[in-house]
């Protein structure tokens, strides 16, 4: 059985979902999009309105119109529905399903683990820089992790995934996983992606493993030539965490316009580097923010931060703000 979505203000706009179907979903497969991130529930980058008819969403329970608030990635409909989200018209995702050979796993930091995997001959990824793929476990349950290779190096993928005690794929699978061995991996998803704005500086800020995606778009950038201004700013707690230092250093070094500052938030004494919140070190350098964009990615607590005090502080506009929080991506969450 399926339901039928529209949307309201966009009288032209109109698909069906299945019952078993997430609203975010139906979207994607009939070619709109919703702005979105972690897809699990927890992120909010989803949220919109209900303004007629009734859902199930997981961690909400039933939401009947008029509702504010519903996670559309969540949102499974019980009846027609009409909604009220940021939406437009663009190409259908077309995601694939891929066995993922590890080729190798390297630690460069304590808690960091770069994995690098083939793919089968013959096949690609399909993602832009700044996308995330879904590793699915042997029981379903999936995590999310953004690629750290440019999409013109798609015939493998890189992946940078720090160990959260207990985790159920960064401690247990990972612990386990060997040179060889397949996971199973879905992609593309996703929005951190540069915009079309080229005239504008872009920061790009990161913390910890927040890295991948923007190692990603880096490369990319390098590697269609473009000279679009970089600020990168990367932020970890300690000198061994900035675990590609020397990679974001030698992009520097080439590109006059790649910069790199890293920070750091609790340094050992022969650190004569920027110390403190990442974010802070941005506000610091640029006081100014009516004329950049800002790409952040890692912890959510650096992201809301950054978010908040760069509109109050900077002037940022909302639109400029671009983000991908490494929110517990688990089922159960
Ligand atoms: C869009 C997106 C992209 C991501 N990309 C990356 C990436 O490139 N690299 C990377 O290292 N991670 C990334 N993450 C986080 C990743 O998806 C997993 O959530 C993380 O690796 C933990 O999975 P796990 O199975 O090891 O832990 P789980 O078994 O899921 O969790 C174990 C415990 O830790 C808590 N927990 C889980 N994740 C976090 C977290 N991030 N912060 C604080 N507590 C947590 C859980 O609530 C739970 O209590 C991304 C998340 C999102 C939403
Ligand atoms: S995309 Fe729906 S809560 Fe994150």
Redesign the pocket.
Known sequence: MSFRITVTDHDDIGFDCEEDETVLDAADRAGYAIP???????????EGGIAAGEAMVRGQGVQAGPAEGV?L??ARPLTDLQITPRIQKVEPVERKTLEAKVRKITRPAPDVAVIQFRLPIGQRAPFRAGQYLRVVMEDGDSRNYSMANPPQKNDGIELHIRHVPGGKFSEQVLSKLDKGQFLTVELPYGEFCLSDNDDMNAVLLATGTGFAPIKSLIENQIALGAERPLKLYWGVNTEADLYMADVAARWAAAHPWISFTPVISSPSDGWDGRTGFVHRAVLEDIPDMSNVEVYACGAPVMIDAARSEFEAEAGLAKDRFFSDAFVASGDEE
């Not at 979105?36 to 989803?46: F, L």
């Open positions: 979105y991130s972690c897809r699990k529930g927890v992120c909010s980058s989803c996670k990635c969540q």
